[in-house]
């Protein structure tokens, strides 16, 4: 975002976050198109998906990620039960809403996959677009 504010870049990718800052008046992007499925909800409401012949999602993916030096599986699985239990309730939805954030509810080992699959897609994608130096 500094970049994109100083000139440096013409495009980023961001979030709610981003459309926040800019509905409070502060200088900044403008959301031209949301990469989902479908149109978000909450403050990103108003943001179009893309036209025809653009077949991309590009979901930024937030979550607490645990290093390979975890050991205790215990603990592991009170995080992954914990996170699950959490994503179950209405204040929830209501902040994910809010910060125009999809439905996501991947933990564990389901969530590990998706992100390593998402991460290979994003690699592909940026390909095709020309953006990855070869």
């Known amino acids: 975002m500094t970049a994109l504010q100083g000139g440096h870049v013409q ?6 976050r981003d459309r926040r800052a800019q509905k409070a ?7 031209q198109a949301v990469f ?3 149109r978000l909800e909450g403050i990103m409401n108003d943001v179009p ?4 012949g653009f077949d991309i999602q590009w979901p930024i993916i937030r979550g607490f990620y645990m290093g390979p030096k975890v050991s205790d599986a215990r603990a592991y699985a009170f995080w992954v039960d914990s996170f699950n239990k ?6 929830y939805a ?3 809403a809010e910060r125009g954030l999809f439905p996501f ?6 969530l590990d996959t998706f992100v390593k699959a998402r991460v290979k897609a994003y690699r592909e994608i940026a ?5 990855i130096k070869k």
């Open 11 to 16: 495009v980023v990718s961001g979030c709610g």
């Open 25 to 31: 008046g502060r200088p900044g992007a403008r959301a």
């Open 36 to 38: 989902a499925e479908e």
């Open 49 to 52: 998906r893309p036209g025809r």
């Open 86 to 91: 959490m994503m179950k309730t209405d204040a």
């Open 94 to 96: 209501a902040l994910r």
């Open 105 to 110: 509810s991947k933990t564990g080992p389901e």
């Open 127 to 131: 390909d095709q677009f020309g953006l």
